[in-house]
């Protein structure tokens, strides 16, 4: 357990609505990244942190944006929710060990837009 | 540009039989592999890291795998299954010395196990 708490765990939303997902993190890791997860294509990445207010892109940036006021919160936003964001949402941190970066995963938010 | 390819969406076994999860990866630097497990409804969980020296890696409930750079691969196994390894499992790879943000993931293997 790396002390990764996601809220909401679930979410139904309507298409066009802005929705705001919390990943917190208890042990002040500075690398935490947004994954969406879906079938066959595994888990991609959204936006990643590298300190507060320090974040970049992506491979599947479009339509999210982020922000991280604070350590141990990192905030995704979809501005005006689709239906194809419907998706499980995965928060995660890295922990360096070496030369190896280890990622650690929150319990996930499931968020549904109709 | 690296890639993962996870041979097989979906692995049944039976309860005792051997596990085999195939995980073949591209990569133009020394890679580092990884092996992550997801129990319906929860996050990955970390089942084994290949970083550097002993090719065989051992990892969490009885699971290994062995990086042959000569194959590209880093397959996943398991002398004998149990009920509860029922579950999906991901390869990843990370280029050497890169931060997680270049971690790339396979699209999952479904494992079922039969009694």
Known sequence: ?114 | AQSVTQLGSHVSVSEGALVLLRCNYSSSVPPYLFWYVQYPNQGLQLLLKYTTGATLVKGINGFEAEFKKSETSFHLTKPSAHMSDAAEYFCAVSPFDTGGFKTIFGAGTRLFVKA
Request: aromatic fraction near 10%; proline fraction near 4%; glycine fraction near 8%.
């Open chain 1, 1 to 114: 357990d790396a002390g990764i708490t996601q809220s909401p765990r679930h979410k139904v939303t309507e298409t066009g609505t802005p929705v705001t997902l919390r990943c917190h993190q208890t042990e002040n890791h500075r690398y935490m990244y947004w994954y969406r997860q879906d079938p066959g294509h595994g888990l991609r990445l959204i936006h990643y942190s590298y300190g507060v207010k320090d974040t970049d892109k992506g491979e599947v940036s479009d339509g999210y944006s982020v922000s991280r006021s604070k350590t141990e919160d990192f905030l995704l936003t979809l501005e005006s929710a689709t239906s194809s964001q419907t998706s499980v949402y995965f928060c995660a941190i890295s922990v360096t060990s070496g030369a190896t970066d280890t990622q650690y995963f929150g319990p996930g938010t499931r968020l549904t837009v109709l």
